[in-house]
């Protein structure tokens, strides 16, 4: 995987009309190069960051199970914003302060 900046280190993608596998618009310096076959432009790169990079997390976490012998255990990712609302539910309400007067004698 590379990612090509411009023209003097581009050898498959932009100079012979190669398209982006994502939305299939013509390739633009820059963009990301991966085994000759296929190639992401940078709006299309920036738009799957997350989720790609999510996506490798997942898998290497899953592998890194099965390698230590949980062949049949697999690994579910919630998205973010869910995980979080689940916390704040498991987490006990803070105690409220209780303001009693004082009294001087």
């Known amino acids: 995987m590379s990612v090509v900046t411009h023209e003097a280190n581009d050898f498959y993608g932009a100079k012979t009309r190669q398209r982006c596998a994502q939305c299939e618009g013509p390739l633009h310096y820059p963009f990301l190069h991966w085994s000759n076959q296929l190639a992401l432009c940078a709006r299309c790169c920036a738009d799957m960051k997350n989720g790609l990079f999510a996506d490798f997390v997942h898998v290497?976490?899953?592998?890194?199970?099965?390698?230590?012998?949980?062949?049949?255990?697999?690994?579910?990712?919630?998205?973010?914003?869910?995980?979080?609302?689940?916390?704040?539910?498991?987490?006990?309400?803070?105690p409220e302060l209780i303001n009693f007067p004082m009294e001087r004698k």
Do not use: N
């Not at 199970?65 to 704040?88: I, N, S, V």
């Open 60 to 94: 290497i976490a899953i592998k890194k199970l099965h390698d230590l012998g949980y062949k049949l255990e697999t690994l579910t990712r919630e998205q973010t914003a869910w995980a979080m609302e689940r916390q704040k539910k498991k987490q006990a309400p803070e």
